[in-house]
Every structure is written in C-alpha cells, then in structure tokens.
C-alpha cells in the first residue's frame, strides 16, 4: 500500500533510515543476546542509588504531568552550573534539543556546516528540515576549526555544529580554542557546541560559561545521558541567553518531560560524590578498553569521552567486521559511519565484567576475521 498522498515533498523524499540500529534490534535480528552492552555510550555503571531512589518514589506519582515550566529542575541546573534559570531551556535529551534548534532556524535548501563523520542525529534532523548538510573532514581525528569556520563563512551558513569532546573520535579541544572558535563566527550564524560528553573530559576542555552565555549565536548542549546514567531517561538542556532559552516554548512539546525523569535528574544533581566516583570508573575503562586493544595490536586513540575510538589499521570493512564478530560473542560495540573514520571501532567504558568479556572475545574475533 502506498502512504498517505499528501506526505509533504519533504519527508516524501527523506529515506526511512535511523541514524542507528539499537542493540534490541541486533538482538532481535540476528539472534543473539548482548552480554557486554558497550556500544552507545551509555553508563554501564548506572545512575547513583539516590537516583535510583528519587525515580521510586516519584513513580507513584506519575499519573501527574510533569511541571511544563521544569520550573525546579531549571532551578537545580542553574544553581549547578553557576547561571540564571532563564539561561536555559530544557529537554527530552540533547536529540529532541537538536531537532528544535535546526527546526528554529533552517528551511529547505539552507547550508548547515559539520564535520564529516560527526554525531548523525544532528545529520538527521537537518534532512527532516531540508537542510543541506555541508561538512568538514576531520583533521588527524579531530574535528576542524579552522575548516568549519571557513565553510561557514563560504556558504554564509546560518548554522554549525560542533561537539566538543566529540562522538564518535573521542578527540577534544582546549577551551580557549572552541571560545576563540564561537567569537570568531559571524553573528549570523548560530553555533551548536555540543558538550554531552563535558564531564568526562580533561579540565581546560569546557569553556567559562560567562565566555559565552551573552552570544545570542551560541547555545552550548548538554545531558545527564552520559556521565550522569540517565540515557532512558531523556534529560538534556540548553545553555543560551534569556531570549533563546525562551525561544524553545515556541516550539517544544510542554508536556515532553517524565515525571519520573525529572525527580530523577534532580537527584543525580545532588549526588556530586556518586558523579565523581563514576568518573574514575570511567577514566580507569578507557584504560582498560586502551591496554586490550594493545594487547591485540590496535591503536587505541586518546579519548576526553566515555568512550575510546580504536584504529584497527585497516578499512571500514574490516572494522565492521570486527564490530559483527564482537556481536557473535555478545560484546556489542559500535563504529564511525564514514571513512576515514570507520577504519576504527568505538567502544564505550564499562564494568569489569563488560571488559573481561571483551578481552576474551577480540583476539578470537581478530584470528577468525584474518
Ligand atoms: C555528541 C552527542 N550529542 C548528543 C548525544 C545524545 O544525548 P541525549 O541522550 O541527551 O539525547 C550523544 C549520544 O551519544 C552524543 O554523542
């Protein structure tokens, strides 16, 4: 049966494709069962018990909607990071953000600059808008600068994107380098920093929020997905000036937020202590995830993430196959999209036992694939 014939042109001509294929649907697919789940950078080491706690209790309570202003968890955000409540604007994790922001600004045919390689849910929403996706390569696995700027300024783009730390490499700049990068943009063009992964990262990586926060062309992206262990629970947000942060009640779905989400991200908040533990499992994985891809004659590249991009050396075919081998040992993992990024895999931080189970299964998933 044909769809519906009056689809807009628009999503007439949009490829029914998913920026990724979960590790339900390789299950489902393929018949196997994940016993290490260390491939979407999640936290394999979960959210604090107090969350765990907050989230339990706040469950009786979900016949409520959840506040449509996020009036406390604005409060709580503000108070964390050292701003205003009305500098920021809430959301169902960074992907629905990334949505709002390019459906605020792009229609069809309009330049949008990123790096080639780079997180593909933004790709996806630009598509969904029509937006023409102009892309610097990356530059010895980073993320260009210099070559973003000079495309947003060829296209004379009204918006760009730009992860720092970033997915899927791993690879970050210094702050003063992404500030100099946002100040040196035109006014009219807007700058996504995304920052999912600034926790983990080394200190000098963030910049000052008081660098930034009065540049209406700037809105810096975070989530409590990462570091916090709050990927099911859909909680992100916007870092901007008042009136960009009032911009998203335009546009936003009101009710968007879980209650349970909410109580949850409030309590992950308050339990710094649990955060800061977290990132030491997280930096001694990288380690591990590093000293295996050694032991097996791979080149495990520096990471400020969760997790670690590793070079195998040889094409994209030979890294997926890699990453389909793991599979078969129930290690799920995943890998860059595009060369030349794809000669490598990436593998996200987890527990001891995700890292026993992939110590054992590489090098039998290197000898098979020769
Ligand atoms: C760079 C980057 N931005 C955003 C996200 C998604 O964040 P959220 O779970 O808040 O939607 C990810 C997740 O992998 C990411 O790597």
Not at 144 to 152: N, P, R, T
Not at 298 to 320: Q, W
Not at 348 to 357: A, C, E, H, I, R
């Amino acid at each position: 049966m044909p769809s519906f014939a009056r689809f807009t042109p628009l999503l007439s001509s949009l490829p029914a494709t998913v920026p990724f294929v979960g590790p339900e649907a390789i299950e489902r697919n393929r018949g196997l069962i994940v016993r290490a789940r260390i491939g979407a950078n999640e936290s394999g080491f979960g959210p604090a018990p107090s969350v765990v706690a907050a989230m339990a209790e706040a469950a009786s309570d979900t016949w409520h909607y959840s506040d449509p202003e996020n009036f406390e968890l604005k409060q709580a955000l503000a108070a964390h990071l050292g701003c205003s409540p009305t500098n920021i604007a809430v959301g169902e994790g960074i992907d629905a953000l990334l949505g709002h922001i390019v459906r605020m600004i792009i229609e069809p045919g309009m330049p949008v600059v990123t790096s080639l390689g780079a997180y593909p849910t933004f790709n996806f929403h630009v598509a969904g808008y029509g937006g023409r996706l102009v892309t610097a390569p990356y530059v010895q696995d980073r993320e260009d600068l210099a070559g973003l700027l000079e495309l947003v300024k060829r296209e004379n783009a009204p918006l760009v994107y730009f992860a720092n730390p970033d997915n899927p490499m791993g690879s970050w700049w210094n702050a003063d380098a992404v500030a100099e990068f946002a100040e040196a943009l035109p006014e009219t063009c807007l700058l996504i920093l995304d920052e999912a992964y600034c926790e983990t990262a080394p200190d000098g990586t963030t910049p000052a929020l008081s660098r930034l926060i009065d540049r209406p062309n700037v809105m810096r992206t975070r989530t409590l997905s990462k570091a916090y262990g709050l990927a099911g629970a859909r909680v992100g947000y916007v870092i901007t000036t008042p009136e960009n942060a009032q911009a998203f009640d335009k546009i936003r779905n009101h009710f968007g937020m879980a209650r349970i989400s909410v109580a949850g991200a409030l309590a992950a908040l308050k339990d710094q202590a649990y955060l800061t533990d977290v990132l030491q499992k997280i930096s001694a994985s990288r380690d591990a995830i590093s000293d295996i891809a050694r032991a097996n004659g791979l080149l495990p590249l520096v990471s400020a993430t969760n997790f670690v991009a590793i070079d195998c050396g040889r094409d994209g075919a030979y890294a997926r196959a890699i990453v389909d081998g793991l599979m078969e040992h129930g290690v799920f993992i995943r890998m860059p999209g595009v060369a030349p990024l794809n000669r490598c895999i990436r593998i996200s931080t987890g527990l001891p036992q995700d890292m026993t189970l992939l110590a054992e299964a590489l090098p039998q998933v290197l000898k098979t694939i020769g």
